[in-house]
């Protein structure tokens, strides 16, 4: 299976639009050591992109444990990081060869990593296992071209799709910002939440992935296929640069100083809701004074977050208590931002205003 500094695979060779591919046969033991996920050989390019579901992996393992006479796994997607030799057998099946593969090439697993990961339990328990095969389709990618695509592609077409995981996988402007946006700016770095829409009490994640996007979608007033021009994404990263510096809780927690989770419990800007109507009187505030906005944006420095404020806060983004997620708490909570930053509340908001703010006083 190895010559001369090489890995020397039976190979099947076919093609998929203009890129040629290759299909081999890899014993399980191997399958867990060759091909890499989420390890640090992976470029962080990659990586960041990259999550695993527990529950998924523990109810492979399982099946694999109960069904180990009888199981079957689709087949695995890798792109391998190198260039590579095919050399046919005979030119009557020109399709059938083998296939060399640098020790040095990365190979790098772009669809089957919860299999993966169910395998290494799988295999912990059951060794005598390890010289089952799986059939492994291996994509050169000697430059790394594809390699962010094609898992984006694979997770597309294979997930159920929660919002932050069409966002997370998405090839949109909008999406691809957002999931930069989550990489590059301090508040969000490493706080963010990539597949679901919620957020557990313990998670160490501030806001979802989708929350991100809403309020970006939202600041930037962008349709989702819109193209994003560069004074766009310029002023959508100032924005919520500053506004973790602006913020003192958000600040906190980029300095670790307090968790998400006392955020969470606490205040009312760690909440999805106040996230997007942050950002659509960030919007409205851009749009009143392109020149200075980022000076008028600090006097959300100045307002009381905490969920303790029920004369701010209650009966906009929290109703008797706990917040409310609704369209009308959005819109009434978007007023109150604006009013705070000194712009101009239109008839039409004061009366919605008025109109929302007695229903809910409404014993």
Known sequence: MSTMGNYSFLAISGKQGDFQYFIIQLPLRLVTRLLLFDEVEVPDTLRKIRSLDPGLIESTAGYLLAQAKDYVLAPFVATVHSQVVFTELTAEHSEIGWLS?????????????????ALQQFLAQMPERGNDTLPVMLVPDPDFVRSTRLYAD???????????????????????????????VPLFQDRIELEKTTISNRSTALFTLSAVYQ?????????????LTAEQALRGEQFWRQLGEIIPQWSQVIRSEVTPAYLRENYVHAHTVTLVAIALAGQALIHAHPEDWSKRLRMLGSIDWSRKNTRLWEGRVMIRGRMSKTHDSLKLTTIALKRAMGLTITEQERALEQDLLSLHDTP
């Open 101 to 117: 593969v640098p020790f040095t090439a990365a190979i790098i697993l772009q669809h089957g990593q919860h299999q993966r990961a």
């Open 215 to 227: 309020a970006t979608q939202a600041l930037l007033h962008m349709q989702k296929e819109e193209a």
């Open 154 to 184: 694979l997770q597309q077409m294979t997930t159920l799709g929660t919002r932050s995981q069409r966002v997370l996988y998405a090839h949109s402007d909008l999406a691809m910002f957002v999931r930069q946006l989550a990489v590059d």
